[in-house]
């Protein structure tokens, strides 16, 4: 099993809580799981319901499903807590990886060779890997920074919208090294710190760079500026789900639109989508207040610029984008 589920626990918190019927939630790397999962609740005596619909992060939490569903636990696998106050009881499995970072770790040694300075980042399923990473940097007379802004659950963690503890170490390091698989969260890294950035992928025992996507993604993203400068009228995404309902800071942008003779109109919407967009026609620009990575990583999706809440100020003159650039386009 590449992924510690915590069986043990789920049962013992579905007994505790007496829980009869169980939603599961599960990010769409793990769905395949699911129907173990389910055999575990059931076995545990409480009817499982899986969500089908897509999970994106603990600030997507089906508390709404639950609720008609008349659900007693909702169990988010794949992510730590980030709601502070759940209306339905939550039980967080954060799915631990047991895949071995050693080769994947030397692998980079090489691509930063040239850095002496280099700090570590990595997700939730490897949180646990960062001590045995930085032993292997060390030992590669490297000097290793880990960023602590208690913000995240873990030391050097980072989710799809906050990159706090990798943004607090950046003046300190030349480069980064994210611990994980694939690409999203380690362009997530290189947006909001601007450093090189090299992953180290345990699942596939290989290494490389991301820089060319970074670069990649900021000539797109000042492609989008430069188009939603010449726009009129703009819409202001609020997002729905829990940890992404950031209604006043929506409020804030509609008004420094409306006072350079923009047109703003708030749109609300739990799921951000480029259909959604085509209900809206004399809309020529959006600006993004929920989950930022929606502007970044499905930019090609939106025919019309759909901006991150930085990305509006450069829009209105109150931040250049060489400002922007230098702050990283990832505030979190």
């Known amino acids: 099993m590449q992924f510690d589920f915590e069986e043990e626990r789920v049962k013992k918190e579905i007994h505790s809580l ?49 609720e008609s569903l008349g659900v007693d636990l909702i ?15 939550t039980i967080y499995v954060e799915a631990r990886a047991g895949a071995d970072i050693t080769g994947a770790v030397q692998k980079a040694l090489p691509l930063l060779e040239k850095w002496h300075k280099i700090g570590l980042a990595t997700t939730v399923q490897h949180s646990q890997t960062l001590d045995a990473a930085r032993e292997i940097l060390v030992r590669a007379s490297k000097t290793v ?11 050097g963690q980072v989710i799809g919208c906050d990159y706090s503890n990798a943004k607090s170490i950046a003046k300190d390091v030349e480069a ?7 690409q999203f969260h380690a362009i997530g890294v290189a947006l909001s710190t601007s450093k090189p950035t090299v992953v180290a992928d345990p699942f596939d025992n290989n290494a490389f760079s991301i820089d060319k996507e970074a670069v990649k993604i900021l000539k797109q993203r000042w492609a989008s500026v ?7 009228t703009f819409g202001v995404l609020v997002g729905l789900k829990p ?27 739990r799921e951000i989508t480029p ?12 600006v993004n207040t929920a989950c930022p990575r929606i502007s970044l990583d499905d930019a090609s999706k939106f025919k019309k610029p759909v901006l991150t809440i930085n990305e509006a100020l450069v829009v209105v003159g109150e931040l250049s984008w060489e400002e922007l650039c230098r702050k990283g386009l990832l505030e979190g």
């Open 18 to 66: 007496n829980a009869k019927r169980v939603l599961i939630q599960l990010p769409e790397g793990l769905k395949p799981e699911a129907p173990r999962l389910a055999r575990i609740v059931e076995k545990s005596g409480a009817l499982p319901i899986v969500s089908a619909d897509p999970c994106y992060g603990a600030c997507d939490l089906a508390t709404t499903d639950a």
């Open 75 to 89: 169990i988010h696998y794949g992510h730590s807590k980030m709601v502070k106050y759940e209306r339905v009881p």
């Open 145 to 155: 920074v880990i960023g602590d802004t208690a913000r995240a659950s873990y030391p």
């Open 176 to 182: 980064f090294l994210f611990i994980g698989g694939g």
């Open 226 to 232: 430069a188009e939603a400068r010449r726009a009129k």
């Open 243 to 269: 940890g992404q309902k950031k209604l006043e800071e929506a409020l804030q942008v509609k008004q420094k639109l409306e006072d350079k003779g923009k047109a703003a109109l708030l749109l609300a919407a």
């Open 275 to 286: 259909e959604m967009m085509l209900e809206f026609p004399s809309v020529e620009a959006y």
